[in-house]
């Protein structure tokens, strides 16, 4: 995961006069051991960039703390009622330590119309450095092109398939896109590099040499990947199908895309639910086992906070990763098993 240098930014931020040729010098303290780590030129370009965060979760919230604690810039497009951080293991939840009475608390509660009201000032806190957390205030579906624009990545937590695909096509060139999501003991993150070698190139490591830009190989656009039949998606570690969790993931997104209720929703009926899930992997020639299937309808979209943790952290060394183009980055897929404490990333390409 990616250093945590929370304390030290409160410490330098707060003793530190107001002057440019200062703030340059806590900068450098703030941010010594990530430089020591991956290079002034890659801190550098981490502070130039900037991500766009779509719905703050459990999970993207752990890689929004990460990111921001590392000096990357964040920006919220979350216009859901500020309600939806109550029954998420959000990092920018606070405990209620309070002794006010139960209505002062609802009262404190309605004070942000949404979770991107209610997240900016724990994320400006976070990090004072960066300075303020902007929102783009529109739904998801409503963004464009245009509003895409000068985001190196965006990372987007439970939006529906379609949504994704639409996004990762609006991407600009050299833009990548993350979805992450966690549900029960599992979490899964779709990954959207575009086409074209040139949309992206990083330098792969030699012991502690750099070699020259070499263009990702086998990428594959989300739009192309959740066309393949779940049967078809096979390696040579995974011959009859893909891996459980790539399974669970598909079919809860299918789920949602012919419903539009997420699994776990109240009012879900779990056995129709169970029922249709079966009949969607029966379309695709592939299986969970009754464990399998009956954890994911009881799950649902439940987020379990050390789950969310692990796989933001993921995401988190990924991103950094792509800004600073050092490192061979994950392709297509990143899952995450927390029943067995294994993660792994899986390409998800139709076999010849």
């Not at 992450?180 to 086409?195: E, Q, R």
Request: charge should be neutral.
């Amino acid at each position: 995961m990616v250093p945590n240098n929370s304390s030290d930014a409160a410490a330098t931020t707060t003793a530190a006069p107001a002057t440019n040729k200062t703030k340059t010098a806590s900068e450098s303290d703030v941010y010594d051991r990530q430089i020591r780590l991956w290079g002034a030129e890659a801190q550098k370009k981490m502070q130039n960039s900037k991500v766009l965060y779509i719905h703050v979760t459990g999970g993207s919230s752990e890689v929004l703390k990460n990111l921001c604690l590392a000096g990357i810039k964040a920006e919220i497009c979350d216009p859901r009622p500020a309600s939806h951080l109550d029954s998420s293991p959000c990092f920018f939840t606070h405990p209620n330590n309070s002794s006010d009475g139960a209505e002062q608390q609802q009262q404190k509660k309605l004070k942000f119309d949404s979770v991107a009201h209610a997240v900016r000032p724990l994320v400006e806190e976070l990090n004072p450095l960066l300075g303020s957390c902007p929102i783009v205030e529109k739904q998801p579906s409503e963004l464009t092109k245009e509003d895409l624009k000068g985001y190196i990545v965006v990372v987007a937590s439970q939006i529906n398939l379609n949504l994704a695909v639409r996004l990762s096509k609006l991407l600009a060139e050299g833009s990548v896109l993350y979805t992450i999501d966690c549900f029960g003991m599992c979490g899964a993150s779709m990954i959207d590099f575009g086409t074209g070698e040139e949309r992206f190139r990083y330098r792969p490591e030699q012991g502690k040499k750099l070699l020259d830009p070499t263009p990702l190989k086998d990428k594959v656009p989300l739009s192309e990947m959740v066309k393949v039949p779940l049967h078809k998606a096979t390696n040579r570690f995974h011959k009859k199908g893909p891996p459980p969790i790539w399974v669970m993931y598909r079919a809860l997104l299918e789920y949602q895309d012919s419903t539009g209720n997420w699994l776990g929703d109240e009012g879900v009926d779990t056995d129709r639910a169970k029922e249709k899930i079966q009949e969607f992997l029966k379309e695709q020639q592939a299986s969970l086992t009754d464990e399998e299937l009956d954890n994911l309808v009881t799950a649902g979209m439940a987020q379990v906070a050390p789950v969310c943790a692990v796989l933001g952290g993921m995401i988190g060394n990924e991103v950094i990763k792509i800004i600073s183009g050092k490192g061979e980055p994950a392709n297509n897929t990143l899952l995450l098993d927390g029943r067995t404490c294994k993660a792994w990333t899986f390409l998800v390409k139709a076999k010849e």
